[in-house]
């Protein structure tokens, strides 16, 4: 069996960093050795508060959801802006003046996702079937639907990865409302609850899923009105885990400086991370790029998904990145509670052994 069958993590992900300029049309050219052209862009001023904003190629260019309200924290409808994003290029992406992507002198990091290949249709399950659309990779196992509600328990949106999601993502786009999550090891049963990435609350049991896990060919929705009214707007973005590029995992915490080590299978680019009790905070984000690819790791970016990047070392915070994952060199309770679980997503810089076999190393 090979040790991955992605030896270039770059050719479908890619944290970069950017200086921003103030200017219309500031064109983006991402800095990996390898050209890509992004279907999903994640872009965070590092310098200011200003939120989150998520990009996809499904739903357009200018249209960026992740902004939160103040606590406790609700995430906003979609914004359609032709200041923000406003298009994908072969190697990049295009930001016009709005000062959440592009603020004269500020500093900003995107975190950029390659999917491609389009499919469409007509969704499925219970209730009158609705129009979707998404484009998918098979290799790197991403996929990014905008779909219509139907206001049914059993709505079933299709899936045409080869595999089945371990890690789903949704968001209402034309009302505001929470981040709902499926994350394969957030429970022993985790298609009976949802987290949510920007309310401190722990995991609910409300129905999201309907109660059943994703499939190969399926994501299963229940009746909530955030997922799934009638006619609504939607996206959804969903993952598989490939060996030696992406990881969707848990861990249980030790209270301690001398943290837990997570084992992904690569040296990571990019880390999320999320508690899931009820003093969850919430989520929090680590790449090696905004470190100077160095350990220990005690910087976040856009620490808890709305706070400006600390400008000193967060020793609590603080992280190794490692040739095959991430060791805790800090203590706090949204990250290394002790006795209580955390559940990640990560995505790698490097595999820990390519497919010919040569090993990778730590920062």
């Avoid at 989150?52 to 960026?64: L, M, P, V, W, Y």
């Avoid at 079933?156 to 394969?184: Q, Y």
């Avoid at 856009?302 to 609590?316: C, H, N």
Wanted: net charge negative; with cysteine.
């Amino acid at each position: 069996m090979a040790y991955t069958t992605i030896d270039d993590p770059e050719a479908y992900f890619q944290v970069h960093l950017y200086t921003g300029n103030g200017a219309a049309n500031n064109a983006i050219t991402l800095a990996g050795d390898t050209d890509m052209q992004p279907d999903m862009v994640w872009i965070k001023n590092r310098e200011q508060g200003d939120h989150h904003c998520q990009f996809d190629s499904i739903r357009g260019a200018t249209k960026h959801i992740g902004g939160w309200t103040s606590s406790p924290y609700t995430a906003y409808a979609e914004v359609t802006d032709a200041d923000t994003l406003d298009s994908f290029t072969s190697t990049g992406f295009q930001v016009d003046a709005d000062d959440k992507v592009n603020t004269d002198g500020e500093k900003y990091v995107a975190y950029c996702w390659k999917a491609g290949t389009a499919a469409s249709g007509t969704t499925t399950g219970s209730g009158t079937g609705k129009a979707y659309s998404s484009t998918y990779n098979d290799t790197s196992k991403l996929q990014i639907t905008g779909y219509l509600g139907n206001g049914s328990a059993g709505h079933t949106i299709p899936v045409s990865l080869s595999t089945s999601p371990k890690t789903v993502w949704c968001k209402r786009r034309d009302a505001a409302g929470d981040f709902h999550m499926f994350h394969h090891e957030l429970t022993a049963a985790p298609e009976t609850v949802y987290q949510t990435h920007n309310l401190a609350v722990a995991a609910d049991d409300d129905g999201a899923w309907n109660d059943t896990a994703p499939s190969s060919s399926i994501v299963t929705l229940g009746d909530l009105a955030t997922l799934n009214t009638d006619d609504a707007t939607n996206i959804m973005w969903a993952w598989d885990e490939v060996q030696g590029f992406s990881k969707f995992g848990s861990w249980t915490g030790n209270g301690d400086n001398d943290g837990p080590f997570i084992y992904c299978g690569f040296r990571p680019a990019f880390i999320i991370n999320r508690k899931y009790d009820t003093s969850a905070g919430t989520t929090n984000t680590w790449s090696d790029e905004a470190n100077d690819n160095q350990n220990v790791m005690d910087v976040l970016q856009g620490l808890k998904w709305y706070d400006a990047e600390p400008t000193s070392a967060q020793s609590t915070y603080a992280i190794d990145i490692l040739s095959n994952g991430f060791k805790f060199r800090g203590y706090r309770a949204d990250t290394n509670t002790n006795a209580v679980r955390h559940i990640f997503w990560a995505f790698a810089k490097a595999p820990f052994v390519n497919s010919k076999g040569v090993p990778g190393t730590a920062l």
